[in-house]
């Protein structure tokens, strides 16, 4: 084949969910090329360099308090002159990013295949998450493979007219990486409680990061944490702080608590054993609410909407809101309850590259393959 398969990314998410399928094009001798568009720079390198991935391309578009649509200008002025038919074969973008986007209308207008993985995720309201919901229904509409992570997804994605011939249910590449990490893992789960002196108490892991939560919301959210922490001594609370400044304006007023660490952003290898060693976390991550199950920790989901409702119907994880009053009852109610945690392939089983590759390989290579 003399067209590779081009894979681009900007954020640690995707680069986390795209590097087992790197791995595994790489693995079976298959021809590819790696477009990292800089959304998160740092972030992102930071997997890469977990997963040993060396870019092709890397784009540093970002400026300061940059907003998603001055990001979209920027890419669809850049990504022509390297996802071009002459030499693309396909292209493959994970997600709801506005890097994911810009792929997708460039390859769509350079009439070059596009290959979408974890398709097919809704919420149904366009504000909710803002602007990533009308990210991935405009994707799902311009791609010609849909990498559907359930059958839920696969359910979504047939709603909207997508043609079933060109839609894959393979699970979710996250669980591959988690597996690609903790088998490497140079810390357990047990001396990150140690480091923090969770003992036999409760360790609380929270993280926050989205735009629609800005504000009110995010005020919310650590009202609660703060509280929380303040009734319950006996509690360790961990908090990465992200790097948006949004959210580290809102965060000054929770690092005097003795029992909330507030924490630089971690690597991936150092999030992963964190996420096993924590006994609840509340985030308003996507990726975090699939990630819990599979590492057996009840997951509270700071939203009023998900578009992984697998989560909720398995049991590992709740969605509360942002609401003082109610992330307060929940998690007081939910340590009143002895349960045992347990791991869940609520969104995989860690073969998600390989199913992935194997239609990727019938499509740009042309082998016939049967459904598994």
């Known amino acids: ?16 969910k795209l590097a087992p399928i790197i791995l595994e094009l790489k693995k079976q001798n298959i021809p ?32 300061e308090a940059q907003q998603p649509l001055d990001l979209l200008q920027k890419l669809l002025s850049t990504l022509p002159d390297l996802i071009a038919p002459d030499h693309t074969g396909l292209l493959i973008v994970q997600g709801d990013t506005t890097s994911a986007l810009a792929g997708a209308l460039t390859a769509h207008h350079q009439k070059v295949k596009v290959a979408h993985l974890e398709a097919g995720l809704r919420s149904y309201d366009r504000m909710q998450p803002f602007p990533e919901e009308s990210n991935r229904t405009l994707i799902s509409h311009l791609a010609d493979l849909h990498f559907a992570p359930t059958a839920g997804a696969r359910h979504n994605l047939l709603a909207e007219n997508i043609d079933p011939d060109t839609i894959h249910v393979t699970g979710n590449s996250v669980v591959d990486a988690l597996h690609f990490i903790l088998d490497q893992a140079f810390v357990t789960p047990g001396e990150i409680r140690q480091k923090y002196d969770a003992g036999e108490g409760k360790l609380i892991l929270l993280t926050t990061h989205r735009r629609e939560n800005f504000g009110k919301p995010l005020e919310e959210i650590f ?41 630089d952003p971690l690597t991936y290898e150092e999030f992963v054993p964190l996420m096993a060693a924590a006994d609840l976390i509340l985030t308003d991550s996507g990726g975090i609410q ?83």
């Open 223 to 263: 009202g609660a944490i703060r509280d929380i922490a303040e009734e319950h001594p006996e509690y360790t609370i961990l908090l990465p702080s992200h790097p948006n400044p949004n959210v580290q304006q809102a965060v000054k007023a929770l690092r005097q608590i003795p029992n909330i660490h507030v924490i």
């Open 290 to 372: 699939e990630e819990a199950p599979a590492l057996g920790t009840p997951v509270f989901v700071l939203r009023n909407k998900t578009e992984r409702p697998e989560l909720l119907d398995s049991g590992a994880g709740k969605l509360i809101g942002t609401n003082k009053a109610r992330i307060i009852e929940e998690v007081t109610s939910h340590f009143r309850r002895h349960q045992a945690n347990e791991r869940l392939e609520v969104f995989g089983d860690g073969h998600t590259a390989e199913r992935v590759v194997r239609v990727l390989k019938a499509e740009v290579l042309g082998i016939k393959i049967t459904q598994p």
């Open 1 to 16: 084949m003399s067209k590779p398969i081009t894979i681009l990314f900007g954020t640690r998410p995707e680069a986390i």
């Open 32 to 63: 590819y090329r790696v477009i990292h568009t800089g959304q998160h720079l740092e972030l992102a390198e930071q997997i890469l360099s977990a997963f040993d991935i060396t870019p092709d391309h890397r784009l540093k578009l970002m400026t």
